[in-house]
């Protein structure tokens, strides 16, 4: 049974940092990995993913601030928040999909598992 439990959310000042954690279990290396927001009102959006090969994509609105990336067993997802923005502020979402190549998730691919979310605020 697959496990994602975030942490590391809080409230931060505009041109702040935050680092995110996933700690996963029932994971394989496998499988895609990626961290994905919702703000209120918005469909939620893929932020950042990290392919079974160890690639990793990026929504344009986050590239060159947010960095994603994942311990050698691959049992903890990060994310490192960089130059935060107020439009930064939404739910943040660890997911996983065993499908491995995670391309699709920028184009309404629904991964399979998820974690419960942890809020992110970044104000002004």
């Known amino acids: 049974q697959v496990q994602l439990v975030e942490s590391g959310g809080g409230s931060v000042q505009a041109g702040g940092s935050l680092r995110l954690s996933c700690v996963a279990s029932g994971t394989h290396r496998s499988y895609c990995m990626g961290w994905f927001r919702q703000a209120p009102g918005k469909e939620r959006e893929a932020v950042a993913t990290i392919d079974s090969d160890s690639s990793t994509s990026y929504a344009d609105s986050v590239k060159g601030r947010f960095t994603i990336s994942q311990d050698n067993a691959k049992s903890t997802l990060y994310l490192q928040m960089n130059s935060l923005k107020p439009e930064d502020t939404a739910m943040y979402y660890c997911?996983?999909?065993?499908?491995?190549?995670?391309?699709?998730?920028?184009?309404?691919?629904?991964?399979?598992?998820w974690g419960q979310g942890i809020q992110v605020t970044v104000s002004s």
């Open positions: 997911a996983a999909d065993p499908i491995g190549y995670c391309g699709g998730a920028y184009r309404g691919y629904e991964l399979a598992y």
